[in-house]
């Protein structure tokens, strides 16, 4: 990399702050598509969040000409079949929002018990040079289960109703520096983030 510059290929403003806090440390500055002009339109249609995340981060790096790093991510419940997975966002339809999405995933869960709400979030993300090459990827997931009921107002999607067992909390109960360190996300960001630094330095990361 000539500069310490990548662009998030994402609107997703909570994700932008949440990767941008992560970056930080590194002096690698995120920018985000709400900086860029004349943002095209990626059609996410992959059957696989690995294949859209792929998809947005080569044509984002080959429209600006710039690297990029670009994930895709979800729920996966396994009472459901693993939906809503890479329907994640627009799960409740065109008019989707976080409140319709919690709203329908726990109509879909009436009269599931405790024990067989498991679900787990995937975090897939992809860097490409600026010519479109995908240089780096990786996948990474937190388990949980999913609540009767929202807790908490951290966070954002579908946190206020995951739970992570092992805190007995939900994503919106847990503080934000306790979810950048668990959380599937952050756990693809740390690898992200190795690989990054990696390719400044001039290096195939592993």
Same mark, same amino acid.
């Given at each position: 990399m000539? +500069?310490? @510059?990548?662009?998030? &290929?994402? /609107?997703?403003? +909570? !994700?932008? @702050?949440?990767? &941008?806090?992560?970056?930080e440390p590194t002096g690698i500055?995120?920018?985000?598509?709400?900086?860029?002009?004349? $943002?095209? *339109? $990626?059609?996410?249609? /992959?059957?696989?969040?690995? *294949? +859209?995340a792929a998809k947005k981060v080569t044509e984002y790096a080959r429209h600006f000409k710039m690297w990029t790093v670009a994930e895709d991510s979800g729920l996966s419940v396994d009472a459901l079949g693993g939906a809503p997975g890479i329907y994640s966002s627009r799960f409740s339809g065109e008019e989707h929002s976080d409140e319709k999405n919690n709203d329908l995933l726990l109509e879909k869960l009436q009269g599931v018990p405790?024990? !067989?709400?498991?679900?787990?979030?995937?975090?897939?993300?992809? $860097?490409?040079?600026?010519? /479109?090459?995908?240089?780096?990827?990786? *996948?990474?997931?937190?388990? &949980?289960?999913?609540?009767?009921?929202?807790? /908490?107002? +951290? &966070?954002?999607g579908y946190d206020p109703l995951f739970e992570v067992v092992e805190y007995h909390r939900s994503f919106g109960d847990l503080s934000p520096l306790? !979810?950048? $360190? @668990?959380?599937?996300?952050?756990?693809?960001?740390?690898?992200? @983030?190795?690989?990054?630094? !990696?390719l400044f330095d001039g290096t195939v990361p592993e």
């Open positions: 000539s +500069n310490r @510059i990548i662009l998030l &290929g994402s /609107g997703n403003r +909570n !994700k932008g @702050i949440e990767i &941008g806090r992560l970056l500055r995120l920018v985000t598509l709400a900086e860029m002009p004349a $943002v095209p *339109e $990626v059609v996410e249609d /992959g059957t696989t969040f690995a *294949e +859209n405790l024990e !067989k709400r498991t679900a787990h979030y995937t975090c897939s993300m992809a $860097v490409a040079d600026p010519q /479109g090459e995908i240089r780096f990827t990786c *996948e990474e997931y937190c388990c &949980g289960r999913i609540l009767f009921e929202r807790h /908490g107002r +951290n &966070g954002f306790l !979810k950048s $360190v @668990i959380s599937h996300r952050a756990r693809a960001i740390r690898r992200f @983030i190795s690989a990054a630094q !990696k």
